[in-house]
């Protein structure tokens, strides 16, 4: 399991893009659409990733994203955890959402249907 993005859930990727990336000054590291943009953290390998949501999608909650080889296995290895919602197909992979003790939001994802 490797962290490889922080989720933050915006209401205007315009703003959202004037604050991380000019007043902020991160670098933009890749972008999906007309929604979601990541940006490189200094000194890190982990990434901020800032998305917007069309208002018929649920909500994901801000938190972090961890990449592991499979997320069916994953869950089946960790049946204990509260799992949140089902397991989700996503551009690449799949995706999974947990809540911690405190009901903090966990995101483990794949790239099972990435193209190699």
Do not use: C
């Not at 490889?4 to 859930?9: G, K, P, R, V, W």
């Not at 903090?104 to 099972?112: K, R």
Request: aromatic share 10%; net charge negative.
């Amino acid at each position: 399991m490797k962290l490889t993005f922080m989720y933050q859930s915006v209401t205007d990727l315009p703003a959202a893009l004037g604050f991380y990336r000019d007043e902020l000054g991160l670098v933009e590291a890749w972008r999906e659409g007309e929604s979601t943009v990541a940006f490189e953290l200094p000194g890190s390998p982990v990434q901020l990733m800032v998305d917007v949501v069309a208002d018929d999608h649920p909500r994901w909650a801000s938190g972090m994203f961890f990449e592991v080889d499979d997320v069916d296995a994953f869950v089946k290895q960790h049946s204990a955890l509260p799992l949140v919602g089902e397991i989700l197909d996503i551009p690449d992979g799949r995706l999974a959402t947990f809540n911690d003790p405190s009901g903090n939001t966990i995101h483990v994802f794949d790239e099972s249907t990435a193209a190699d």
